[in-house]
């Protein structure tokens, strides 16, 4: 009799820890957070890549001077044969704004490489701003990372 009693009990027991380990379904802001990590990360990977179509249809056809930009990405895909681009996605912040926009801050360093051995090296923190529905990116707060300038640091 005893050890029914005891079995009840851990029986029991273990019914309520387990519905209590039970995980709540990850809310909107959290769905959208994770859209915008996965976006940067193919942005990131499109343009390490030296993939303008790929690079571009992750941009918003709202970006400001969308075809400047583009001219410009062109033009270091022209120049430097190697990119590569980092970013410190470990500390970086995801802003969901309630029925706006997403903005990712993040660091990122870069190394861009001329076939003639030229590097540039550069970094900064930036602010992207995401469409929530499409996660493609809409403006760009600061400096632009994808554009490298003359004020980055040439190593060779």
Not at 68 to 84: C, D, L, N, P
Not at 105 to 117: H, I, K, M, N
């Amino acid at each position: 009799m005893v050890r029914k009693q005891l079995l009840v009990l851990i029986a029991v027991i273990s019914l309520f820890v387990t519905a209590s380990c039970a995980s709540n379904p990850p809310k909107q802001a959290a769905i959208l957070g994770e859209g915008a990590l996965t976006a940067v990360r193919d942005l990131t990977k499109a343009y390490e890549k030296r993939d303008i179509e790929a690079f571009m249809d992750r941009i918003a056809s709202a970006y400001p001077d969308r075809d400047k930009f583009r001219g410009s990405v062109e033009k270091t895909f022209a120049v430097y044969q190697t990119i590569q681009f980092t970013v410190q996605d470990t500390r970086m912040l995801v802003m969901v704004q309630y029925q706006g926009n997403v903005k990712t801050v993040f660091t990122w360093s870069a190394e861009w490489q001329t076939s003639g051995g030229k590097i540039l090296k550069d970094g900064g923190r930036v602010t992207v701003v995401h469409d929530p529905s499409t996660y493609k990116v809409l403006a760009v707060e600061g400096k632009n990372p994808y554009v490298p300038t003359e004020s980055a640091m040439p190593v060779k």
